[in-house]
Every structure is written in C-alpha cells, then in structure tokens.
C-alpha cells in the first residue's frame, strides 16, 4: 500500500499532479501539502495539510505518523524570482532537497522520492538544438545552479545510500489551471490569459526566442510514468532530459491569432530574456523514451486550443 506525500501541492505542477496521483492510487492515499492554503479540489479530494519543508523536525514526524512511502518535493523559488533573491533561493531551494534526502536515511516506509530539475541546469556553453542527456552543464543563473547542484546530490545520494530519487529536467510547463509563478517561461502562460481578458499582451522575451515548452498534461503523464517503472529500468540518477515541442513567442502569438484575429502582441525584454537565452532551443530526450517510454501528446495547435478554452471558462469570455 502506497502513501504518497506531495510538497508544494499548491504550485503550477502539484495542483495537477496530485489529481493524477489520486486516481493512481486512490484519493486517502495521497497526502497534498504545502505552506499555504491549498486549493478547495485538493483539500475536499484528499488528507491534506500545511507543511513547510524546511521544518525538518515536523517533516519527519509527519512522514512517520503517515506512513508515507513515496515523497514528491516540488516547493522551489523559480527562475525569475530566485534573481531577485539569489541567497535566499540558494538556501530554499538546496536545504529543502537536502532535509528530503536526509529524511529518506532514515525513514524506513520511504522508497521512492521525485525531485524536479530544469533545462536551467544547461547554460551558455550548451548546445542549443537537441541537447543531449550528457552534455556540458554550466547554469549561468541561482535557480540553474541550484538545480544542478540538486541532481548532483540526488546521484550521490542515490549510489551511496542505494536509494530511489528520480527526476526530470522539466522544460517551460503551460497549464491553464494555475497562473505562472515567476519563471522565465512564463510568457506562454501569461498570454493566453492576456489574450482572453484583453486581447493584447505585452511579451517580456523577444519574438524570435525559441524555448523547449510543454503542456501540463504532458509532464503530469510523464511524471507518473517515470515513478511507476520499474527501478532496473532507470539508468539516469540524476535527472531525465525532457523535451516536449520548442516554439517562440512570435510563433505562439500567431497560433492564438488563429482563434482570436485581432489579439495584439508587443514584446519589451527584460531581464528574463538573458536567462532566456542561455538555455537550449530544442531537447534530445530519447534516453528518457528508451527507459520509461516517454511519450507527449500536445502540438502547438493543440496546446493552444485547450489553453485558449480553459482560460475562457474561467472567466466567461471565449
């Protein structure tokens, strides 16, 4: 019997991921946590509660007291906000991982734990097309390094203690469900809801600036898909190159002119568009596809038309 624990259940991915997990393993089975109010779906579907994974005493004692035997750690500062507080996203981002890992020691119930790295973990010196799952790793930002640092940790903790941490470098994730958090992919998020509410938007990245994105869906499949293989089948112990399609936002902008003619983008980069620009056009991920299966569903065409539906209906508009 399996009781899973997910931390930051509140976020752009547990919000959904959680509701999947539900349907895997039953609703009492899976624990939704995170340090601020959860969303109504979450508390009326399932046992959840306030939990702050920096409180490594009470973590564990909740992990006891529920027999909690798969942990997913998604709390994390992003990539446009950890630049604006380096330190503190430094410290956030690496002592939560590390007070999970320490916790998997210990905790006799846990055998499996998912940790979520980034394409952030590539930089300048990458190759930008098709980048491979061994390649040079050189984050030029706080969140990257902290998320290459975390994939290190997860390898070491993974051969020398013999545990079961899996994880993907996740791309820029769009979901209608839960507004954007402060990442540099923000973008393909924020426009839609734009182009609903004003039908004008104005693009913190320029126009020809390609990025690997993919539709919630997607990650929430592969995720799961991931955590259920069996253990021989991993052979990446630090984290699964993932990479869904790669558009830019003058190309999104014109898939969404498409449903709505006289939508209007403007485009005024910020800091985020050198973030941007460090990280890969496109992702080789076929040693992900070769030991789990990965598979995703959602062109551009696709993602669009279900983002632009979603949108609307929450707001009565499209």
Aim: aromatic share 10%.
């Amino acid at each position: 019997m399996e009781n899973i624990l997910v931390i930051g259940a509140a976020g752009q991915i547990g919000s959904e991921l959680v509701i999947a997990l539900r349907k895997v393993y039953g609703n009492e089975h899976v624990f939704a946590t995170d340090i601020k109010d959860l969303p109504r779906d979450l508390k009326d579907g399932g046992p959840s509660a306030i939990l702050d994974v920096m409180d490594d005493k009470r973590l564990i004692h909740f992990v006891i007291r529920h027999k909690i035997t798969q942990i997913y750690h998604l709390a994390a500062v992003l990539s446009g906000n950890a630049e604006k507080l380096p330190l503190q996203a430094w410290h956030i981002n690496m002592q939560s991982l590390l007070n999970i890992l320490d916790l998997a020691k210990v905790a006799d119930d846990v055998h499996r734990i998912f940790w979520p790295s980034s394409i952030a973990v590539f930089g300048p010196t990458t190759p930008k097309q098709n980048t491979p799952q061994l390649t040079v790793t050189e984050p030029s930002t706080v969140y990257g390094i902290s998320k290459l640092a975390g994939e290190r940790w997860c390898e070491y903790f993974n051969t020398g203690y013999n545990l079961d941490i899996r994880s993907i470098r996740y791309p820029g994730l769009i979901s209608y469900k839960t507004e954007a958090g402060g990442g540099t992919t923000d973008y393909a998020v924020e426009i839609f809801y734009d182009a609903i509410q004003k039908k004008e938007y104005e693009c913190f990245l320029k126009k020809d600036t390609a990025l690997p994105m993919m539709f919630m869906q997607d990650a929430v499949d592969a995720t799961v898909k991931l955590m259920t293989a069996p253990k021989e089948k991993i052979s990446v112990k630090s984290s699964y190159n993932v990479g869904g399609i790669s558009f830019t936002p003058e190309q999104l902008a014109e898939e969404i002119k498409k449903h709505i003619p006289d939508f209007k983008v403007s485009y005024k980069p910020d800091f985020r568009q050198q973030i941007a620009e460090s990280w890969p056009q496109s992702i080789n991920d076929t040693q992900a596809q070769k030991d789990w299966g990965l598979e995703t569903k959602y062109d551009l065409e696709a993602l669009t038309e279900v983002m632009l539906k979603g949108v609307g209906e929450k707001f009565g508009k499209y």
